[in-house]
């Protein structure tokens, strides 16, 4: 019995694929993250090279090469990250992913509470310039369920690793014009070392785990930009604090 395997897509590998959604027909009602995108890669073999790169998501989780799935689960393949429906803007949310303009002020608001000395707030803008190629404006793509999902754990790993700390981050998707804000971490602590380390901490993690892509668009052309820092391996255990 042929069973049919839905896998979404994301940031440029809708552009390689021609579709937003690949299907691929299997008899096999489990299989490997790894056997999967082999499995893929017979198919569209032009794009093994990508597929090596990029990680399957299960049910809103990155999944290792080694790890089951199953045909009725929910799948995704993700690109390297740079960085649907979103959490519309909810105040009272930490973790937001939004269409809309983000307020550093609102984002660092949820964050201060009066046994913390210490606060601070990171503010990612469009920049013009980047290698002598001028930037016309930047757009965002993001797995929003799974991007909140991702943002939360990295809220939870630094109330662990800073005692008490908490952290609020907002990201916006779409269009994001020069020296607009695309992204605005808000960290507090009781202590100012713990704060400046616990904000560090949140900025490279968002980095690593959270599938939120940038296409840069320039004055001659685009390109979607994802991790820049070496193989990106977003199952690998957190970095040091």
């Not at 799974?146 to 916006?172: F, N, P, Y």
């Not at 020069?178 to 713990?194: C, D, F, M, Q």
């Given at each position: 019995m042929m069973r049919t395997w839905k896998i979404k897509l994301f940031a440029g590998l809708p552009e390689r694929f021609g579709t937003a959604e690949i299907t691929i027909e299997n008899e096999a009602l489990a299989m490997t993250a790894g056997e999967l995108k082999n499995a893929i890669a017979k198919v569209w073999p032009q794009h093994q090279a990508v597929l090596a790169s990029s990680f399957v998501a299960r049910n809103h989780a990155y999944a290792n090469d080694g790890e089951m799935l199953h045909a009725n689960d929910e799948l995704a393949l993700l690109p390297p990250v740079s960085g649907g429906q979103a959490s519309q803007d909810d105040p009272s949310e930490l973790f937001v992913i939004t269409e809309g303009p983000i307020s550093s002020d609102e984002v660092l608001k949820k964050v201060i509470v009066p046994e913390h000395g210490a606060s601070l707030a990171f503010v990612g803008t469009t920049r013009e310039w980047t290698h002598g190629q001028r930037t016309i404006h930047l757009e965002y793509e993001a797995y929003a369920p799974?991007?909140?999902?991702?943002?939360?754990?990295?809220?939870?790993?630094?109330?662990?690793?800073?005692?008490?700390?908490?952290?609020?981050?907002?990201?916006?998707?779409?269009?994001?014009?020069?020296?607009?804000?695309?992204?605005?971490?808000?960290?507090?602590?009781?202590?100012?070392?713990?704060?400046?380390?616990?904000?560090?901490?949140?900025?490279?993690?968002?980095?690593?785990?959270?599938?939120?892509?940038?296409?840069?668009?320039?004055e001659d052309g685009s390109e979607w930009k994802g991790h820049q820092q070496g193989p990106w391996n977003p199952v690998a255990p957190p970095l040091e604090a």
């Open positions: 799974m991007a909140v999902l991702t943002m939360k754990q990295i809220g939870d790993e630094i109330a662990e690793r800073w005692t008490g700390a908490k952290c609020a981050i907002s990201h916006r998707i779409g269009k994001v014009g020069l020296a607009e804000t695309s992204v605005v971490i808000a960290v507090s602590a009781p202590h100012r070392e713990s704060c400046y380390d616990a904000s560090r901490y949140a900025i490279e993690r968002l980095k690593q785990i959270v599938p939120i892509w940038k296409k840069e668009i320039w």
